[in-house]
């Protein structure tokens, strides 16, 4: 029922319109078998995927079946990552993006929870736009969406980085200032709150101090999300693994992140 790929010489090619229906199927969890059938042929288009980059191959994704249907070309799983966690807002795509990290996770092989941008990267069309002003976005976010404030973690970033108080959700409180809005809030701190509460959008954490990396760290944990940097951020050392959507490379030490963040962020010079 859900043909979902075809399999062309060197080339995978996905079909977006038939994955989707896939994934929207289990998101109704209507009938049973056709919940089961989908949930089988998203796991083998995973698994396919899985192969494919094995062999240095590319996979194509074409919106529709036809043969002049608009496609995006995915070079590895990152790559088709980030595409899904552009439109996790969607609990289709959202669940893609679980039953991805779900594989690799058995397999022994997590993906990497980091995903850094360096710089004015644009070589990846289907990545979404940056928020560089993130003081500007937040203030024309906040009202209405003043819920952003009610988490825990959310909380304890702003105890730890600003060394302040959540009082409600209109209110904190500084030992310096006393009560005031949230607008009063470091630059680092919103922009934390911008990433947890919008994991589908890019924004620039270089707005952040390293006092942020920890939280940002924290958060990967429970979200998924890319952030752009335009210097050096100093995350943990030990362990350190991250995506870098620039070189479609996955470091597992620090001293090749410093070696694309100098190199991707003197670029953008």
Known sequence: MFDIL????????????????????????????????????????IQMMDQYFDKKCKVRMQFLKNKDSESIVFTSINRFKIWLIRYQDNSAFKTILDLLKAYYLKKGAPLPVINIAFGEYHGFDDIGEYIYNTDVFFKNSFVGSEK?????LIKKAVKAVDKSDVVNENTIYSPIFGNMSPSKLSGGVKTLILIYNNPEMIFNASTCGDNCAKWIEKFAKEKDFVICLYHTMHFSEKNFKAYIVNADAVVDNYEDYIMYSDKYCREAE
């Not at 952003?148 to 825990?152: R, T």
């Open 148 to 152: 952003w404030l009610n988490n825990d």
């Open 6 to 45: 075809q399999e062309k010489e060197n080339e995978l090619i996905i079909y977006k319109s038939v994955i989707i229906d896939a994934a929207t199927c289990i998101v109704k969890n209507g009938d049973a078998d056709i919940c089961a059938e989908a949930k089988a042929s998203l796991k083998n288009m």
